[in-house]
């Protein structure tokens, strides 16, 4: 037989003491100085190139043979030497010159050919077709029609420098868009939004990351298209930029010089990416919560 609520006993109510803080233990720990110094990304970087620094000096000491692999310290007063008398730095700014123009032209050209490829029927199949076909073709291989179309200066880089971009960005910015959830098409065509407001708005901002995931990979391809391309260029012409410099201090055996070439293209390439890209990944998708 089901008895009644009130006949049920009353529940026996239990008081707890609070624990002393000393009984608790540790609730909050100050980190030793190990432990931020490990902590911090940039010391470990650091860290890790003064190793490799220290490795490549004891190896060329080992090999003590300057004509194969100078030392780091006759490198570096090679590095030193060629940004003094302002040679290097000319050649080096000569290189980002001719990369910024071929670099932005091709970031306009797969702007164009993307958005055109995402609003039409036709212009999808127009990327994919051109994508598969030049995207694989090494930038490398177009140098002798280069020679021939646009002769010996700048005109010859600027094109090998936008077929290095152009397709790396157009495809990355492609499947960035075609990934873009459809509640976030629907949301853009319940606006009213079309043709390039419509990309611009909904499309550029969801695909953000496939987009600089294609703007780094088009910036290598450049940069090492660009320094391949002066060494014969600059063969060539009689001119150029960090790739002549290099080719230039190897015919004149000055291997010290050479690695400081090599040095500097490293150098600024370590710039581009972790402080120009760094920063515009930290303002846009990592601020915007898409990337932790």
């Not at 291997?255 to 500097?264: C, K, R």
Request: with cysteine.
């Amino acid at each position: 037989m089901d008895k009644s609520l009130h006949d049920l006993p009353a529940r026996t109510e239990i008081y707890l003491d609070p624990e002393p803080y000393a009984a608790v233990g540790i609730v909050e720990k100050r980190l030793s100085l190990w432990e931020r110094l490990s902590n911090n990304t940039a010391l470990r970087r650091i860290f890790l190139l003064i190793a490799l620094a220290c490795i490549w000096q004891l190896y060329a000491v080992t090999l003590d043979n300057g004509l194969l692999f100078p030392t780091f310290s006759d490198t570096m007063s090679a590095l030193y030497s060629g940004i003094v008398s302002g040679g290097l730095l000319e050649k080096a700014w000569t290189s980002i010159s001719v990369l910024l123009v071929g670099y932005a032209c091709g970031i306009i050209l797969a702007t164009l050919l993307t958005v055109f490829a995402i609003t039409t029927r036709i212009g999808n199949d127009i990327l994919e077709t051109l994508t598969s076909m030049f995207n694989p073709l090494p930038a490398i291989a177009l140098l002798p029609l280069a020679l021939i179309w646009f002769g010996l200066g700048e005109g010859s880089l600027v094109f090998v420098l936008i077929h290095s971009v152009l397709w790396a960005v157009a495809l990355n910015t492609h499947s960035g868009f075609m990934s873009v959830s459809m509640t976030m098409r629907m949301v853009g065509r319940n606006y009213g939004l079309t043709g390039f407001s419509y990309v611009w708005s909904i499309l550029i901002p969801a695909a953000f990351p496939s987009i600089l995931a294609g703007l780094k990979i088009g910036w290598a391809f450049a940069w090492r298209t660009l320094i391949a391309a002066e060494l014969v260029f600059g063969v060539s012409s009689g001119s150029g930029g960090l790739g002549w410099f290099i080719y230039q201090n190897k015919n004149q055996l000055e291997i010290p010089s050479v690695f400081a070439g090599l040095f500097m293209v490293i150098f600024i390439g370590l710039i581009v990416e972790n402080f120009i890209f760094k920063v515009i990944e930290r303002m846009t998708i990592r601020k915007w919560g898409m990337q932790t």
